[in-house]
């Protein structure tokens, strides 16, 4: 599995983004009026461009210096032409990708929204339980399936066809329906990736252990609010395969001592309409 | 900021590597004395040490005398081998004129006959790129505004065969291109860690520089990373002189914003 992980990797290099929502991004960049947080906002929506400026930020090049958590920090570190640099290179690859390719468009285009909309409910989730780490459980939600994200765009079709659309309608697992029939799954991918790219340990462990069993005693609280962002996101329609089988939500509820979790989940509904409507998606 | 390199073992002694002099006298000579003023003594030059600007001799002679390795540019190319290469308009007065100037000094092939690349170790030394030393640029964006990004991880990964670093002049812009990302050094960040790594050095220009900043712009290599410099200097002196020779007045003003 380790060589079939490793090869997808290789090629993780070109995973391309929304193209429209890349674009207003670097509109906003060549504004004279544009400040450093707008441009860290529209970055941390995007999990893509988050994975690649954290890579970056984080990369051998800056031996030496701090691991690198943050997007602001990252652009601190890369500087603004390096950043833009890193834009001008994803919304390249995503207008190549998505040129004659509409449906793969939309299928990375769904995944993508996943991945946004678990970072806006993670982070609700983590302000009530862990308000310091909020942040980090944000970006964390955010690259949680990046390892989906690159089987899709690598693949393409045929893995919503003969995995995703499979797992929903058997109600199965992704993971097993992954491993049965491409003998990997995105989360090992994904927490490869993260490895691979010298990313923060907890965004390792959110790819990696999204899909575990929780188990209270191990499972930390911030991995507990990616797994339950992963669902809630899920049920509120910002996902393929929703009738995958998923964990139940309580155990995940009761282990993070939520006090209403129904008016924060309909809480992270209005945030995830407003970030929906900011991005035009 | 700069990466506490002192801790690391050194692989070599450090060099530094400067291109696209362009005949600019101030920028090189105020260059050369930061150099010294680092204690290096090994000085590598892209190329282009001529053209464009006012004092090609002087330049030629302060070449021979300081630098170490010396290869050609594509404006030595033009010089030494009349219509042989397509310029635009400012380019091609300011090559004529200088060809005119060398010639009547007697530094003609002095400042033209000259090896076409270097390769020591794992590092190559050339103008412009690996696919063609003397014309082709490495851009981190296309003349449309795309990335080149995958055709450069691509160069990298197929072609960088037998050295794993090239350092290149030609752009008149300091940016490394690595296979992760086109990496721009910043008043806070000016060092890399290159050790291991498949990558273009760009080092950006001493008497032409096109990035926004009118200093002159070298790098520092100690085998494991590189730190970029820039040098300020007397730009005022440099455009008046060009004025003043009858080059295109275009040549002047570019200097004065670095563009």
Redesign the interface.
Known sequence: MLRAIDEFIRKADRVPSIPAQVSSLLQTMSSPVSSVLEIEAMIAADTTLSARILRLANSAFYYRMAPVTRIRDALTRLGFKTTRSMVVTVWTQSLRAFKHNLREAAIVSMLLNHGTSCAVIAKAICEVVNRERAEDVFLAALLHDLGRIVLAFQLGDSYVADVLFVADRAERATCDVEEEMLGLNHAKLGGRLMEAWRLPRLFEEAARGHHDEVRPKDTAPELAAVMLADIWATELGHNLAPHALRPSPDGLIEMLALPHPEELKELCKDKIATMMDIFEI | ?S??SKSKTKHRDSIAVLSDVHSNLEAFTATLREIQKLGISKIYSLGDGVGYGPDPVECTKLAEENITVRIMGNHEYAIRFPDTLRFNRDAQAAADWTRGVLEVAGVLDKATELPMSYQEGDVLFVHGSVKGHIMDYVF??DRD???T??AI?QTLEESFVGFRLCFVGHNHTP??A?????????A??DE???A??KLYVCVGSVGQPRDGDNRASFVVYNGE?VKYHRVPYDVATTAAKIRKNGLPERLADRLLVGR
């Open positions: 900021m990466l506490d981190s964006e505004g795309y990335s990004f995958d991880a940016f490394l690595t296979e992760e990302g086109f990496l721009h050094p910043h806070e960040v890399f860690y290159v291991g790594r990373t």
